[in-house]
């Protein structure tokens, strides 16, 4: 028992970011060494992230509804420039990755689509018609289902009605229920590093590294606008706001955010993370209460970058020259897209058929990008996550930062 206690001060003693790369590099080990073990040890993985995807809906819910209900008047939650930034960040990162594309035009081996059965959306005005019906949805349906559009709408709505007609009593539950939530958040948090070490050890001995290095230039071009807009861009934008040195706070937010949605690939089962990392920045709860979920949904600029990135490859591989004017068209296009279909099954890829449609690509071969897509996402889908997620707190903190400046 004293050898059981032993360990376990040990473990509490080591930081939960060094506790993520250990349990990161001995899931390489395993499923490197050994396939077999690391298939097995995947279900620590799907368990964690499992809990993570359980709890969010829940936690988005409970917090939103409690912060609106005790908001004072005058006390205002900030929310307009933080949307602001966000989707200044979304189209920066389409522009960013129409750029690359030009620089480092890229060919593609088109895969066989035949595995992606999901019917992606036609146009613009289906992926706002998805955005609308989202927002009236069902209350319980949109706890159940994960839509944070419709779950926003709720809990924005219920918080109002308990400010204006709820007893104190009655606010107090309610914020009773949000730090029980909360708490519940940070012992699913403390397992992160067992759940990372499942999931690396059961994408190694699932992918290995073979499938990836025919797309490698094709990677290439995608995380390097994603590393150039987390590096230079965001940084910029923030310096904007708070006008000193932005990498500590960019850093930490990558550090701190960005390493577990890398390894979960979810931007909902990051929040309850991002929740507890704008908590111990000392941010606004009214406003990182909203503005977290709200980035979880309309903050992409990872899936503007995907879905311009593949586009364009697309384009160049079959000979089709792409002028300025589409060139921004594409851009925009990349922007709404990835802010509307955030909830759609599939994320970004399955908006590629839409941007294609600007270069008049058949949804046949388009279809077949989404497979490419597919084929790289253990890498692509990964940081594009890491990047969205990680850029919701950045974002909140530099909004929050920049009105105590002023």
């Keep these: 028992m004293a050898g059981s206690n ?10 939960l970011v060094t506790q993520i790369v250990i349990g990161l590099v001995l899931g390489i080990l395993l499923g490197w060494l050994a396939p077999d073990a690391g298939m097995g040890a995947g279900l620590f993985g799907s368990l964690f992230v499992g809990a993570l995807k359980a709890v969010a809906p829940v936690l988005v819910f409970i917090l939103v509804m409690s912060a609106i209900a005790r ?24 522009v960013v990755a129409v750029a690359a594309s030009f620089m480092f035009p890229t060919s593609i081996v088109l895969a066989n689509a035949g595995d992606v059965s999901t019917t992606p959306p036609s146009g613009i005005a289906e992926v706002l018609k998805n955005v609308l019906m989202n927002l009236v949805a069902n209350p319980i349906n949109a706890v159940a289902n994960a839509n944070y559009i419709g779950i926003l709408a709720w809990a924005l709505i219920l918080g109002a009605a308990l400010r204006n007609h709820g007893s104190d009593t009655t606010r107090q539950v309610v914020a009773d229920l949000a730090e029980a939530v909360s708490t519940v958040v940070k012992w699913v948090i403390k397992f992160a590093p067992l759940g990372i070490f499942g999931l690396v050890a059961s994408t190694v001995a699932e992918t290995g590294f073979d499938a990836l290095l025919s797309y490698a230039k094709l990677l290439g071009v995608l995380l390097g606008s994603m590393i150039f807009i987390a590096l230079v861009v965001n940084p910029l934008i923030v310096w904007w706001k708070i006008r000193r040195n932005p990498y500590p706070l960019v850093l930490t937010c990558l550090r701190e955010s960005g390493v ?19 908590k111990k920045l000392g941010l606004h709860e009214d406003t990182y209460s909203i503005s977290i979920p709200l980035g979880a949904t309309i903050n992409m600029a990872g899936a503007a970058i995907t879905i311009t990135v593949l586009s364009m490859a697309a384009a160049h ?3 089709i020259q792409v002028d300025f004017w589409t060139a921004v068209l594409l851009s925009l296009v990349a922007t709404v897209g990835a802010c509307g279909a955030s ?33 790289i996402g253990v890498i692509q889908d990964s940081a594009e996550t890491a990047l969205n997620s990680s850029t919701d707190v950045l974002f909140t903190a530099a909004a929050d930062m920049g009105r105590n400046r002023n």
């Design 6 to 15: 032993s360990v376990f001060g040990t473990l509490n003693r080591i930081d």
């Design 71 to 94: 908001h004072q008047k005058g006390n205002e939650a900030y929310i307009r420039p933080i949307i602001v930034l966000y989707m200044l960040g979304t189209f920066a990162a389409a």
């Design 260 to 278: 577990y949605a890398f390894f979960t690939r979810s931007s909902a089962a990051n929040i309850p993370v991002n929740m507890a990392l704008a």
């Design 317 to 319: 591989t079959l000979g």
């Design 343 to 375: 909830g759609v099954a599939g994320g970004s890829l399955l908006l590629i058929p839409m941007a294609c449609s600007l270069f008049g690509i058949s949804n046949d071969i388009s279809m077949q990008v989404v497979a490419v897509g597919f084929i």
